[in-house]
Nanobody
Framework: QVPLEESGGGSVQAGGSLSVSCAASGYELSKYCMGWFRQAPGKEREAVASIARDGTTSYTDSVKGRFTISHDGTKNTLTLQMKNLKPEDTAMYYC????????????????WGQGTQVTVSS
């Protein structure tokens, strides 16, 4: 079990920027396939971005060019940098991890954090 913990959520106005991070004490996250998901009230949890063990990244179309997923090796954290935020980005954001080389969809991940709330006001 990888104890993922998200941090950095909050509230921001549309057009603003925010970063969320994920850490797991005692685990080197860069050795895992990692992803960010989000779930808005009444909606399904959806994939936002993922980073494979070889560093290859992928993004859902709605966030391409606005969000960046990356590892911070010095802090051993996974970060999702979000800019030009829109009200439709409002959701609980979840960090996920798995030992496989590539992972994209919800079923690819075995380890999940508890989530951090991101709220974007218009």
């Amino acid at each position: 079990q990888v104890p993922l913990e998200e941090s950095g959520g909050g509230s921001v106005q549309a057009g603003g920027s925010l970063s969320v991070s994920c850490a797991a004490s005692g685990y080197e996250l860069s050795k895992y396939c990692m992803g960010w998901f989000r779930q808005a009230p009444g909606k399904e949890r959806e994939a936002v971005a993922s980073i494979a063990r070889d560093g290859t990244t992928s993004y859902t179309d709605s966030v391409k060019g606005r969000f960046t997923i990356s590892h911070d090796g010095t802090k051993n954290t996974l970060t999702l940098q979000m800019k030009n935020l829109k009200p439709e980005d409002t959701a609980m954001y979840y960090c996920a991890a798995d030992t496989r080389s590539n992972c994209h969809s919800r079923g690819d991940f075995n380890y999940w954090g508890q989530g951090t709330q991101v709220t974007v006001s218009s």
